[in-house]
């Protein structure tokens, strides 16, 4: 039988891959997904969103708002990518999508969608997780019927990716949008999986991988892939180094877990200056699974597979 999945996303560019990846797995049922506005702006990523649902038929999917905002805001010109993609060549034309705010707030379609599901629900996080926390503390009674969060977030044993004041770099961007509701969920003590930095780092966006992705032109999905991923490219100096397959590496995981290095750990989050958002390896914390390789030969590999359609 399919698993059943909810996915909460923010909006980046690798969010909307990753929802696109979701889309190609047989064995996934799709029940929602919920948006973030932490790396995008929330009106135009719901509208990528809906659109990547048209593309494959898909858009009786119910698509939830996220409607609370962290503390710790992404920067501007990440979150305004939504607009670019909505005016590709393989979007613009696709009928209008609903107004945003005609969606049900995102909490309450988590709550929603648990509770009516008929089995237990896998959860894909990659963005902050606190739309997921907003739901639990409605209605606790529901972490019962979850199976297991995947939650691309945390540095463990390497740098983090935050570079602002009051900040010493040791956290990464997902968890320091909303430290408090990170360290909420990581308490709850779930059948919690972390994708982090540690693995995530191994796993780069390479003009190779490009390359041959462009040599599958002819499939729509390996099509508009390429053009998302081109638009990562672009580098502003100060904040960007190298693209990483951030979240679909932590969606793949959804399909290839045996492809995984992973470690039960006990580990927590720090909520304060000067390192929010840092999540740290402690013998006195919670526990929880984190991934810290893979094998990413067949991780490039299964994508330019799954992207044939
Ligand atoms: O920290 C990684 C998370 C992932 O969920 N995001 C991007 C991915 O969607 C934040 C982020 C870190 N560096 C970035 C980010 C960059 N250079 N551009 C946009 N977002
Ligand atoms: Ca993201």
Known sequence: MAKLLLMDHDGAIDDLLSQLLVL???DVDLIGITVTPADCYIEP???STYKLLQLVGKETI?????DYYGVNAFPNEWRARPEIINALPLLINLPQAPDPYTYQSAADLIVDKLSSASDKVTILLTGPCSNLVLALEKAPELKDKIAEVVWMAGA????GNVQTFQHDGTAEWNVFWDPISAQKLVSFELPLTLIPLDVTNHAPVTKVFLSTLATQIDYKLSNLAGQLWALTIDTIPSYHYTYFMWDILATSYLAMPDQFTTEIVKANVSTRPPNAGQTYLDEAGYTLKIATNVNTAYFYDYLLAQFKQ
């Open 24 to 26: 190609t797995m047989p």
């Open 45 to 47: 990523a719901l509208e």
């Open 62 to 66: 119910p698509l939830g708002r996220g």
């Open 156 to 159: 463990f044993r390497v740098h």
